[in-house]
């Protein structure tokens, strides 16, 4: 019988009873391993890889139910540890039954759960915590990897102690079956991951695993959820210090959505022109030797910079700021960058953004159309670095159709503005010669214009004639001649009085 100190029996529900069992540890952790040690043959060693989990699996039991929560832990370790070494199938069975067995016997300790799990992934996943093992670094094969991965997900779910751990075995999850083709299901083991509500995990953490999460939905083409997972980061988190290289991934896999999905010219310009701050605030912060906001991982951006630099992100945000549909917005965005000093070591677009800001008709095509036309984002889908396949970075020529259509249109809807400011009225034929348009054309764009309400016309078919100004009626005409009256009044009392104060001035 052992002689194994005791805290007390529990006294009105106040403390739990608790043996110390330190000494017997050591002793049956001894004999089990000696157990092994011994064995000289395969089928020696599994026999007794059988007897040393079965002493020590009994004395883990007495260890829990008597709270000697140290030596349950140091069990618990030995056990995985003899299974890893001592089973000599590939497959490592024995360490995942055991793994198993311990994690879901009654009562277990919490403390028990997560030891056994932190003991298990140095085994399988890299110091991240989610990169599989490969090569002679991992102690195992890789299918046995593979299945402890599964295994180590499977017994942190649901577990709130553990919720770390799950989100970043779920990761490795998914990496395994992306390296095996199946980006669908990788992208449906991440999505069971509500990672924005752990509080175990740091906020960059966070934004990288929701970015993953991105990118796979992008993958499978499954924009509906890309953008719903996109919402999760806030923007004010990619302006902390040390986001800079996440804030470039994220607007770069957004920008992928919005030119593959929506097309929408104003969105991706404001992807790109993100990506561009995030880059001057990297080089500015190098020049001055400190950090800014964004500083914190400007080797990463500097890398990234390699792939996109800060004039290519530049020439992206002008081309598709031409491309956006015009509005209050655009226009002061425009006005915002053409004061960019930097924008006067591109010039083709400092020229084009000056034309669309003139109140000038511009003639088509542009002095450096095909030069803005040449930038790779103009006819690629996939604008960022981590969507990259062998099969999926091929000039798109519907998508070059597309923007060089909607430049077309953009022009001459610019045009139709400037006209709009000079004429009252204007004959059609006029018009199309204007805008080198034929007459059907023509009437077809301002149609689209006064429809979206951007612009006001009636046309007069029989006469051949546009209307840019509205028709006033006769209120608006008397309420017009009476500030005017009201007006003039007012000057001419103003006049008579300085003329009388000169008068006095003189007469003295």
Not at 94 to 111: F, G, I, P
Not at 256 to 280: M, N, P, V, W
Not at 412 to 420: D, E, F, K, M, T
Request: one cysteine or more; aromatic letters at 6%; glycine letters at 4%.
């Amino acid at each position: 019988m052992s002689s194994a100190a005791t805290s007390g029996k529990a006294t009105g529900g106040q403390l739990e009873e608790r043996l110390d069992l330190t000494n017997e540890t050591t002793q049956k952790i001894a004999q089990a391993t000696s157990l092994l040690q011994t064995a000289d043959s395969p089928t020696a060693t599994a026999a007794a890889l059988t007897a040393a989990l079965s002493l020590l699996s009994a004395h883990e039991k007495k260890c829990r139910t008597g709270n000697d929560t140290p030596s349950l832990l140091l069990v618990c370790q030995t056990m995985l540890t003899l299974a890893r070494d001592g089973d000599a199938s590939s497959s490592k069975q024995v360490l995942r039954d055991t793994l198993q067995q311990l994690a879901t016997r009654r009562s277990q300790k919490s403390k028990a759960i997560s030891c056994m799990v932190e003991t298990v992934l140095p085994w399988i996943v890299e110091a991240d915590g989610y990169t599989p093992l490969s090569g002679e670094e991992c102690p195992l094969d890789v299918e046995a990897r593979d299945a402890l991965i599964q295994a180590v997900r499977s017994i942190a779910e649901g577990k709130m102690y553990l919720e770390a751990e799950f989100a970043r075995m779920s990761r490795s999850r998914a990496i395994l079956l992306e390296g095996e083709g199946d980006v669908a299901e990788a992208a449906n083991v991440l999505g069971e991951v509500h990672v924005e509500t752990y509080g175990s995990l740091s906020k960059r953490e966070k934004v990288e695993f929701v970015l993953e999460q991105m990118r796979l939905n992008l993958m499978r083409k499954d924009y509906v959820r890309a953008h719903i997972v996109s919402n999760k980061i806030k923007k004010s988190t990619l302006e902390e210090e040390g986001m800079a290289s996440l804030k470039v991934k994220y607007y770069s896999l957004l920008a992928s959505y919005y030119q593959q999905h929506d097309r929408d010219a104003l969105e991706l310009a404001k992807c790109f022109h993100a990506i561009y701050g995030t880059f001057t605030g990297v080089m500015a912060s190098d020049k001055t030797g400190g950090s800014s906001k964004n500083g914190g991982g400007g080797e990463n951006v500097m890398a990234a910079e390699e792939t996109m630099g800060w004039k290519e992100a530049l020439t992206n945000t002008v081309v598709f700021l031409c491309l956006s549909e015009y509005s209050n917005e655009v226009k002061d965005m425009m006005e915002r960058i053409r004061l960019d000093p930097r924008l006067e070591k591109i010039v083709e677009c400092r020229d084009t953004i000056k034309a669309f800001l003139k109140n000038e008709i511009m003639h088509y095509p542009l002095p450096h159309q095909t030069t803005l036309e040449s930038i790779p984002a103009f006819s690629t889908a996939t604008l960022s670095p981590d969507l990259v396949t062998p099969g999926n970075n091929q000039p798109d020529e519907t998508l070059r159709s597309h923007w060089h259509t909607t430049f077309h249109t953009r022009i001459i809807q610019h045009n139709l503005r400037v006209i709009s400011m000079y004429y009252r009225r204007i004959h059609l034929s006029r018009l199309s010669q204007l805008l080198s348009l034929p007459s059907a054309e023509a009437e077809s764009h301002i149609s689209q214009m006064v429809s979206s309400g951007s612009l006001y016309a009636k046309i007069d078919r029989p006469k051949d004639i546009v209307r840019f100004s509205k028709k006033r009626s006769e209120e608006e005409v008397l309420s017009d001649w009476a500030s005017d009256i009201k007006q003039l009044l007012g000057l001419v009392e103003e006049t008579s009085y300085l003329i009388q104060k000169e008068n006095m001035v003189q007469s003295h």
